[in-house]
């Protein structure tokens, strides 16, 4: 799914270091060819899904020290950027996510650190 300007993902704001992750069509069958229900499926400790958006990341606290008292008080947050991009493929632990239904889609807020690994497709 891409963002796209006339999405309405695009109102969505996702805060700190989580991203926002729409699962990936499991298989309908195993390996050995048995068809298991949807509800399997969704009951699988570690799920995989496409980042659809993320926060800006790890809030780095201000150093006191630099502020002098005669200065303008400038609160200008910055962040450590996350790993995880926007299109990725991400294998992550579904008891860290938080499932939330947008617009009649089923989406999960994921924070980084229950991200296991992501697959990025990278134009060479």
Do not use: C
Not at 70 to 81: D, G, I, L, Q, S
Not at 94 to 115: C, T
Request: no cysteine.
């Amino acid at each position: 799914m891409q963002l796209t300007p006339d999405n309405k993902l695009k109102k969505l704001i996702i805060v700190g270091d989580r991203v926002l992750i729409k699962l990936r069509k499991a298989d309908e069958r195993t390996a050995t060819g048995l068809y298991l229900p949807p509800g399997v499926q969704e009951k699988e400790k570690v799920q995989q899904g496409y980042i659809i958006k993320t926060g800006p990341g790890y809030p780095i606290p201000m150093a006191a020290e630099d502020r002098e008292p005669w200065m303008e008080a400038e609160e200008k947050v910055r962040y450590v950027p996350l790993q995880a991009k926007e299109g990725d493929l991400a294998i992550f632990l579904l008891n860290g996510a938080f499932e939330v239904i947008y617009e009649g889609e089923k989406y999960f807020i994921v924070p980084q650190h229950s991200i296991l690994m992501l697959e990025r497709e990278e134009e060479l």
